[in-house]
């Protein structure tokens, strides 16, 4: 009996880029946007948000193209302009004129880039852990782009993204990372979008302050007080910049609030929705 893969979800054809996507509940659309880290996938990042959020929402979470079980054009370009093109052709192809997004990490630069470009297609935001403004690179966020496949390498990650120790020496969430790292031509395109030297990466998901000064879309911005990937910094930056946010802190987590703080993430998501 062939096992069955829960990362491969629904296919939809966007501009010809064969996309994977996972599609929970109804009510007000909601699109996820994972980060993107080695052998990252929507359900990967979101498995354990996602059946909370469809309790009240149209949850989708697809994967960027480069990324998870969407497919890898030949020389495709990977930049943000791109990115967003996918993702709004995703929108489109959907029938979805208007959404909140939920972005994590380099999904929540994504989702800034969307609301300063789109800003009649974005309802709500929601910014977590999220890269897209410039700051110095961060030895973690250097380890993450910079991964080599190996299962001591990818265990290594798993401390770097968590604060706890229970899931930072969790073997079998590295195993399941590691394998999904190594599906044919995941590293290829991986490695390919954040070559060093991995400063420009940050400046190249990065949106001009000014322009995000500009973002009207109600905003909540949420990290980790302990994040060794992203700087807490952003987040206080984000709060700044976006005049109509808020922000929330948890201590005792890392770049993965979704995971060690997911049932409290969820709600804080449903209720900031609405």
């Keep these: ?34 980060g993107s880290g080695p052998g990252v996938s929507a359900w990967a990042n979101w498995r354990l948000v996602l059946p909370r959020l469809a309790e009240k929402f149209d949850v989708v979470a697809p994967d960027i193209v480069g990324f998870g079980y969407t497919d890898r054009p030949a020389g495709f370009a990977y930049n943000m302009a791109n990115w967003r093109d996918h993702l709004l052709g995703f929108a489109d192809a959907l029938g979805m004129d208007r959404f909140s997004v939920v972005g994590n990490s380099f999904g929540g630069g994504l989702a800034i880039s969307m609301a300063v470009n789109h800003p009649d297609r974005i309802d709500k935001l929601v910014l977590m852990g999220a890269a897209g403004i410039s700051f110095p690179l961060t030895k973690g966020l250097d380890a993450v782009w910079g991964y080599e496949p190996s299962l001591e390498n990818m265990q290594q990650l798993m401390k770097t993204f968590n604060w706890s120790k229970e899931l930072g020496n969790n073997v079998e969430l590295a195993e399941m990372r590691y394998r999904a790292s190594i599906q044919p031509g995941f590293h290829e395109s991986f ?21 995000i000064r500009g973002i009207t879309a109600p905003t909540l911005v949420v990290h980790g007080r302990d994040d060794q990937v ?19 802190v948890y201590g005792q987590c890392g770049h993965w609030t979704q995971i060690e703080k997911a049932p409290e993430f969820s709600q804080l998501v449903i209720n900031f929705l609405g």
């Design 230 to 248: 992203i700087p807490l910094e952003n987040a206080y930056r984000f709060n700044q910049l976006i005049d109509d946010s808020q922000l929330h």
């Design 191 to 211: 490695s390919s979008m954040f070559p060093a030297p991995r400063q420009r990466g940050i400046e190249d998901l990065a949106t001009p302050e000014d322009q």
């Design 1 to 34: 009996m062939t096992e069955v893969n829960p990362e491969i979800g629904q296919s939809i054809d966007v501009n010809g880029i064969s996309t994977n996507y996972h599609r929970m509940g109804s009510g007000s659309p909601v699109f996820m946007i994972h």
